[in-house]
């Protein structure tokens, strides 16, 4: 572990081993599919790692849960500012585990996404028309609360959840060279970059309306950024994580961008194709290729 203006930020593969058994048990070993038909004339064999068959939907379980395990919430349970996505994860552990959960979400959010976390017992805040609004919102309540504050994607113990996801598919699919992900705050590609950098290739893709990772790698620091776009409820971080941030300088990491018509046509594919339902987020690391 590093020291980054007085707090952890590097995550590495023995954390995420840990991770990995920690939550054994509580999230699941997802599949991965070879994908057959050709995708934009590629031609190199193309893996898929299912994760839209995840609990709860997406990778986001394993790092709430990896958090949640690894600490001793108060009475007054866990709270999160999420897009939906890592709210959903929050909820669903928070609910396994018996432990009262409060969301932040922008007003923005999908109202699927908003309906879920009420249904599975979070008291729900909506604020602002940006996660970074219902961040400092939750920042907020949870300095008044004193709950603990899992945070979507830029604390050591979410990222090596997260990490868990490329060490499965590592295991899984040995021979894979190249691991491409799409990125918002971070938390998964650092987590992949922990778990895998310097023995696998790491490739970022962002929106490129979307791009907090791509703008900090230019600028050399991470910096606040404008959100948009058709994947921007779940990629549209202002601000790239730190943790992301210093691991992607340490790996030289790749960064593309992508535009809402790849991003689309790639989701199209995926249901014409596999028969496979994803949000546009989902889809964006396809578009890439």
Same mark, same amino acid.
């Given at each position: ?16 081993? /840990?991770?990995?058994? /920690? ?60 897009g939906g996505n890592h709210g959903i994860a929050v909820a669903y552990a928070g609910r396994r585990l018996g432990l009262p959960v409060e ?14 976390? /009420? ?12 996660? !970074? ?82 703008? !900090? ?54 249901w014409s194709n596999c028969r496979l339902v994803a949000e546009p987020g989902g889809a964006t690391a396809l578009a890439a290729l």
């Open positions: 572990m590093a020291e980054n203006g007085g707090r952890e930020s590097l995550v590495d593969a023995a954390q995420v081993e /840990r991770a990995s058994e /920690r939550i054994r048990g509580h999230v699941r070993v997802t599949p991965v599919l070879e994908v057959l038909e050709v995708w934009n004339d590629a031609t190199r064999p193309v893996l898929l790692k299912l994760e839209l068959l995840q609990v709860t939907g997406t990778f986001k379980a394993r790092g709430a849960y990896n958090r949640l395990l690894g600490a001793r919430p108060p009475d007054s349970g866990v709270i999160a500012a999420s969301i932040f979400v922008p007003r923005t959010s999908s109202p699927v996404k908003v309906a879920r976390l /009420r249904a599975l017992g979070a008291t729900v805040h909506q604020i602002g028309d940006a996660y !970074a609004d219902a961040l400092a919102a939750m920042r907020e309540r949870q300095a008044a609360s004193g709950a603990l504050e899992v945070h979507a994607y830029d604390h050591p113990e979410v990222v090596a959840g997260q990490g868990t996801m490329t060490r499965e598919l590592i295991a899984q699919a040995p021979q894979v060279d190249t691991v491409v992900i799409a990125v918002g705050g971070g938390g998964l590609i650092a987590g992949a970059l922990a778990c895998a950098g310097g023995r696998k290739r790491i490739v970022a893709v962002e929106p490129v309306t979307s791009c907090a990772l791509n703008a !900090a790698l230019r600028a050399g620091a991470p910096l606040d950024v404008s959100v948009s776009g058709v994947a921007a409820d779940s990629l549209g971080a202002r601000r790239i994580g730190d943790i992301c941030f210093e691991l992607a300088k340490r790996h030289d990491l790749e960064s593309v961008l992508v535009d809402d018509q790849q991003i689309l046509a790639a989701q199209r594919w995926l």
